[in-house]
């Protein structure tokens, strides 16, 4: 290991290059390894798809039983009376909670029914600080819509601010760099400029279209008071994408809802968890870090990472088990829409650019321990590299290797490898159960439905479509950019379309 340290500090572009070529270059092995390895060793292609039905199996039975027990500890959260907890603890009127919410023509609309549902917060609405990050180089029309919020809001919350984060030298444009430019601007309003206690703070990072349960802010007061970690731990609710459900096709339909399935079960499972989209964390452990990182694109797991590595691998994120409603991919039209879909997931899945960044602070951090840093860089490896991986392995990877090569197919474990693949897969149709049955529970009712019985059957035949929905959002939007960072061709933070609520 000291070697490879002295190596990579000797030849730090030379190891970047190398880690970015390193996750499309095993994806596209694992892709293609059924088609190439068919001819030459179908065996050890039968044990892999095998192997990897297996791992698809385990990986669906525990998503299935955790989403379970998500969905029970949900409705506990909600109706749970968190500011009567809160207010047992003395200090508890010293908590502010800033909210940073980073903006890029987004229409009006949406940022004011944002706020309006920041105002039915069961936590005292005067300590509750909202910093509306505007980009610069939208001009004159984020100014206009800035002025119409702060005439209209600016009385009603601790402190409504706005902020136009100028296109700076070095940085990359989109919500990173944003949110970090909007976070030091409130940090300096608030601590430098009122002296408020910095060690009673909290910062949250609010995707535009995101809405906040009631009582979120009291439920993260009384576990930020709670925990004697409070300033290594970041916090983390259940994104739900179903503020336009009923609006968006029924592909972006399927996605949208089995993303909120898996957004619930990832928060029962803390060992695995990174924070999302739309989280809290201390200003005293931001602060000490630096701030969210202004050259990159992904902003959630990066902040994570470097905070777990600045931190000495002290860093852990906590669920909160109640809702953040938030807006399913949309645009005018449906080819728009799915398009928008597309390049929604593209964005999610260039969280794998962190790769460099994540294995090279892995080799550099010595004063974590071995097995406590390597575990959760081979998870979050696993969970990007096999990104585009899983959809070609447990659909068509059982036929290839009979079909290609028709010596093969007539062996016994030629002969039997769909069939036995075909079993395991079918069991996993449990999960699927369990999965359209949460969504069903979950999901907000379409008005005007007068037959319950039909709209059942046609919300589970909707579940038909997911392996089509797998192969467009999914595995295709993550080859891609996985191929994209093995050929260098980085992308831009790239603003979908939007549209208001009053026209969904």
């Known amino acids: 290991m000291k070697n490879l340290r002295k190596w990579m500090h000797r030849h730090p572009i030379r190891t970047k290059r190398a880690l970015e070529i390193l996750p499309g270059t095993v994806s596209w092995f694992l892709i293609l390894f059924p088609v190439w390895g068919s001819y030459l060793i179908p065996n050890v292609v039968a044990y892999y798809i095998i192997a990897f039905s297996v791992y698809w199996f385990y990986r669906s039975m525990t998503t299935a039983f955790l989403s379970v027990l998500g969905y029970f500890k949900l409705k506990t959260f909600q109706v749970y009376d968190w500011m009567g907890d809160v207010k047992n603890f003395p200090d508890w009127k010293k908590v502010n909670h800033i909210i940073v919410i980073p903006t890029y023509k ?74 970090s430019w909007g976070a030091k601007e409130a940090k300096r309003y608030l601590v430098d400029q009122e002296g408020v206690d910095i060690d009673y703070i909290t910062i949250t990072s609010e995707d535009a279209d995101a809405l906040l349960h009631p009582s979120y802010f009291a439920c993260l007061s009384y576990n930020f008071l709670d925990n004697p970690a409070r300033y290594t731990t970041i916090w983390q609710a259940i994104l739900m994408f179903y503020n ?49 990182d202004t050259d990159v694109i992904p902003e959630d797991w990066r902040l994570f990472f470097k905070a777990f590595f600045s931190l000495d691998g002290k860093v852990s994120v906590e669920p909160i088990f109640l809702p953040i409603m938030a807006d399913a991919a949309e645009a005018t039209g449906m080819w728009n829409t799915y398009a928008n879909q597309y390049e929604q997931v593209k964005r999610w899945a260039w969280g794998v650019s962190d790769t460099p960044y994540v294995i090279s602070r892995w080799v550099m951090a010595d004063t974590i321990p071995f097995w406590e840093k390597t575990i959760r860089v081979l998870r979050v490896m696993e969970d990007h590299f096999l990104w585009p991986v899983n959809w070609f392995a447990i659909t068509i990877g059982a036929l290839l290797p009979p079909l290609l090569n028709k010596d093969f197919s007539r062996t016994i474990i030629g002969k039997t490898l769909p069939q036995v693949t075909s079993a395991i897969l079918t069991v996993c149709l449990l999960a699927l159960l369990v999965m359209i049955i949460l969504n069903f529970k979950l999901r907000p009712k379409k008005e005007g439905r007068r037959i319950p019985v039909l709209s059942v059957i046609f919300d589970i035949l909707e579940f038909i479509t997911l392996p089509i929905v797998g192969f467009f959002f999914s595995a295709i939007p993550g080859i891609d950019a996985h191929t994209r960072l093995m050929l260098g061709k980085y992308i831009e933070y790239k603003v979908t379309e939007k549209v208001k609520p009053e026209e969904k």
């Open 106 to 179: 987004e229409p009006l609309p949406t940022l004011k029914r944002t706020l309006d549902k920041l105002l039915e917060q069961t936590f005292p609405i005067k300590n509750i600080h909202i910093m509306m990050s505007f980009e610069d180089r939208e001009g004159q029309e984020a100014r206009d819509k800035a002025n119409e919020l702060l005439n209209e809001y600016r009385n009603k919350f601790g402190h409504l601010w706005a902020t136009y984060h100028p296109d700076l030298p070095g940085e990359v444009k989109g919500k990173s760099s944003n949110t």
């Open 244 to 292: 336009n459900i009923w609006k968006v096709p029924i592909l972006v339909r399927v996605f949208s809802s089995s993303a909120t399935i898996m957004s619930l079960a990832m928060l029962a499972r803390r060992d695995r968890l990174i924070n999302f989209s739309t989280y809290t964390a201390s200003l005293k452990m931001i602060d000490a870090i630096g701030y969210w």
